[in-house]
């Protein structure tokens, strides 16, 4: 069965601090794709980023970055120099090719970023 | 380009009745998804459809059902309603392949009293 975890329920970091986001998956696939959502207060969640299992090279955009790593089953997201309009709830979730159709997504329990100035 | 659009943004309704919940996909995308989503916690997923039809679903209760029209959009019905209906009902569109991203509508904060 798939599952994602995100140990860390709750962040606070001062603005321009460098925070990492953890999340850890397992799945019984070899193929497989992990995502991370933003959910800001308005409640819409904001896709940043898929990775296929097949890619393991580390993503950079502007200032957030992804570090995948098979061997821990782990797929972390760091900002780098934090901003005020970071803060929201950040989710992981895995989609993989056990069903036949469909890509649902498992999400983890979401970690809270909050920002502050 | 319009994105996910869905309807209403807030309901409330009583312990025992029924509501529909609306869903536009992202133009060009033909598979639209529900999820539920309680306070505090991550989206759960109830069920996808893909050409009218549902093809995969949730560990949730027949009283949740659903429906695609032709043009995509869908419908998410909950009959005898419960306390524990009340979430943040969400719809996500995506291109219908296994791992394609899934973009999310801004949900409909249903409330069951």
């Known amino acids: 069965a798939q599952k994602v975890t995100q140990a860390q329920t709750e962040i606070s970091v001062v603005e321009k601090e460098d925070v990492t986001l953890d999340c850890v998956y397992e799945?019984?696939?070899?193929?497989?794709?992990l995502f991370w959502y933003k959910q800001p207060p308005s409640g819409e969640l904001v896709f940043l980023i898929r990775r296929n299992s097949f890619d393991e090279q580390n993503e950079i955009s502007g200032r957030y970055s992804w570090n995948f790593q098979k061997s821990t089953s782990s797929f972390n997201f760091t900002i780098t120099a934090s901003q005020v309009v970071d803060s929201a709830v950040y989710f992981c979730a895995l989609s993989d090719e056990a069903m036949e159709y469909g890509n649902k997504l498992v999400f983890g329990a979401g970690t809270i970023l909050r920002v502050k100035s | 380009d319009a994105g996910v659009t869905q309807s209403p943004t807030h309901l409330i309704k009583t312990r025992g009745q029924q509501v529909t919940l609306r869903c536009s996909p992202k133009?060009?995308?033909?598979?639209v998804s529900w999820y539920q989503q309680a306070l505090g916690q991550g989206p759960q997923f109830i069920f996808q459809?893909?050409?009218?039809?549902?093809?995969q679903r949730g560990n949730f209760p027949d009283r949740f059902s659903g429906h695609q029209f032709p043009n995509y959009s869908s419908e998410l019905n909950v009959n005898a309603l419960l306390l524990g209906d009340s979430a943040l009902y969400l719809c996500?569109?995506?291109?219908?392949?296994?791992?394609?991203?899934?973009?999310f509508g801004p949900g409909t904060r249903l409330t069951v009293l």
């Open positions: 799945t019984r696939d070899t193929t497989y794709y």
């Open positions: 996500a569109s995506s291109v219908e392949r296994v791992g394609n991203e899934q973009f």
């Open positions: 459809y893909y050409e009218e039809e549902e093809r």
């Open positions: 133009s060009g995308h033909d598979t």
